[in-house]
């Protein structure tokens, strides 16, 4: 099993990022998928899970409105676009798959910062 992130980065605060998981090993779409974050000295916390078939999307109250994840079977791929990016969203993002057990990604810096 691998999970693969990229796209994070250096952004200013109001910018935007794309992050990108690829994933190998598993049968992708029978999984959920999700996206972690973990910034210096908190826990990781939840942003957006989407379901299997992508019918079921979730979001963190910090940021709905801002953030939507997406998925492409066809490409064992999970996104999650993010927009109006603030400070506080500095953070780790981990890549995550959930079918009764979790499989993680090794993470990509994001950094919101003038």
């Known amino acids: 099993v691998q999970l693969v992130e990229s796209g994070g980065g250096l952004v200013q605060p109001g910018g935007s990022l794309r992050l990108s998981c690829a994933a190998s090993?598993?049968?992708?779409?029978?999984?959920?998928m999700s996206w972690y974050r973990q910034a210096p000295g908190k826990e990781r916390e939840p942003v957006a899970t989407?379901?299997?078939?992508?019918?079921?999307?979730n979001y963190a109250d910090s940021v709905k409105g801002r953030f939507t994840i997406s998925r492409d079977n066809a490409k064992n791929t999970v996104y999650l676009q993010m927009n109006s990016l603030k400070p506080e969203d500095t953070a780790v993002y981990y890549c995550?798959?959930?079918?009764?057990?979790?499989?993680w990604g090794q993470g990509t810096q994001v950094t919101v910062s003038s």
């Open positions: 989407i379901s299997s078939t992508g019918a079921n999307l």
């Open positions: 995550c798959a959930y079918r009764g057990v979790r499989y």
């Open positions: 090993g598993f049968t992708f779409s029978t999984y959920a």
